[in-house]
């Protein structure tokens, strides 16, 4: 959390939400093969957001770079689980910018499904966790 000088602390938080990107991600061959849309929300946490203070565009997050970081990471591969692929997404927000928390909702807005269904989706929550004093005195 960013804190000033009046007492007040700030925490910036970053949403995209229904990022639609064409992959070929599926349990099936087929479903790999043809392809289909997902829909992404993604939201994290942007630590030591200037922007809040100074009002420029460089201290914050490039919507356009997060969404580059997600198609790249959803078209250069075929997994077969959203799992899977939301994991992945998640790992390169982390890296990228440092965050302490994200979350990945992928979802299949047409399944290939038998019944009528309006979406089928997974969402993965990656969070730093602290460092377990237990690990550091069993390396002893």
């Given at each position: 959390?960013?804190?000033?000088?009046?007492?007040?602390?700030?925490?910036?938080?970053?949403?995209?939400?229904?990022?639609?990107?064409?992959?070929?991600?599926?349990?099936?061959d087929?479903?790999?093969?043809?392809g289909q849309?997902?829909e992404?929300?993604?939201?994290?946490?942007?630590?030591?957001?200037?922007?809040?203070l100074?009002?420029?565009?460089?201290?914050?997050?490039?919507?356009?770079?997060v969404?580059?970081?997600?198609?790249?990471?959803?078209t250069?591969?075929?997994?077969?689980?959203?799992?899977?692929?939301?994991?992945?997404?998640?790992e390169?927000?982390?890296?990228?910018y440092g965050?302490?928390?994200?979350?990945?909702?992928?979802?299949?807005?047409?399944?290939?499904?038998?019944?009528?269904?309006?979406?089928?989706?997974?969402?993965?929550?990656?969070?730093?966790?602290?460092?377990?004093?237990e690990d550091?005195?069993?390396?002893?």
């Open positions: 959390m960013e804190s000033h000088d009046n007492g007040i602390e700030s925490r910036v938080e970053v949403e995209l939400r229904g990022l639609s990107i064409y992959t070929h991600h599926g349990v099936s087929s479903e790999q093969e043809v849309r997902l992404f929300d993604i939201s994290f946490d942007v630590p030591d957001c200037d922007a809040v100074t009002d420029r565009i460089e201290d914050t997050v490039d919507y356009a770079e969404c580059d970081i997600v198609a790249l990471a959803a250069e591969r075929s997994y077969r689980t959203l799992e899977r692929l939301s994991q992945v997404v998640g390169r927000l982390m890296e990228r965050c302490e928390s994200v979350r990945v909702r992928a979802a299949k807005p047409e399944p290939p499904l038998p019944l009528a269904i309006q979406e089928v989706a997974v969402e993965v929550v990656h969070e730093r966790g602290a460092e377990s004093d550091d005195s069993e390396a002893d």
